[in-house]
């Protein structure tokens, strides 16, 4: 069973619906049992960085537990920024610290080429490296909103880049740990190949 973690920073059921329309049943639970006995769990994410890891407190312990057991595990947007060290959006917050490494705003100087922060909306992907969920992926459009993006430690877990007046990653990958900038499940039937090639990784 995949296990979409509800703490109250998710458009939970916009990606309950992506699983969905691939024809899997993805439950939302806020139940930390639940999140203990996943299968694969789902961290989605809209807001804060920190109000979200206030919320996510209680499921620290778990989901730690989780990735260090090797099982799949999907991040998307907020959801993959929580999982490094720290974020410019909330200073003093740590984050999960599953991976190294800050979140930072896009710098104000992008408003001086016509770019509008939030990045929002289709951009192109580019492929780095191999991963899961990527398979039969190429450059393809997905759908972002953010005003942040994230600075690994380590450039190696970064599987795929947009470029957006300045390289933002858009695709982590390692293990069986992956997330995602972009959301999978509002970017068509691309997206939702990424969320099927997820769901093939479960054993």
Known sequence: MITIIDYGSGNLKSIRNGFSK???????????RDIEIA??????GVGAFGTAMKNLQKYEKSIHEHVEGGKPFLGVCLGLQVLFTRSQESEGVNGL??????????????KNHGMKIPHMGWNNLNIKRECPILEDIGSDYMYFVHSYYVQPSDK???????????EVPAVICQDQVFATQFHPEKSGEIGLRILKNFVDLIS
């Open 39 to 44: 299968e694969a769990l789902v961290l989605p």
């Open 22 to 32: 691939i024809g899997v049943e993805a439950r939302i639970s806020r139940e930390v």
């Open 97 to 110: 610290n599953i991976f190294q490494g800050d979140v930072i705003r896009f710098p104000e100087s992008l």
């Open 156 to 166: 190696k877990i970064i599987a795929a880049t947009v470029d957006y007046g300045v």
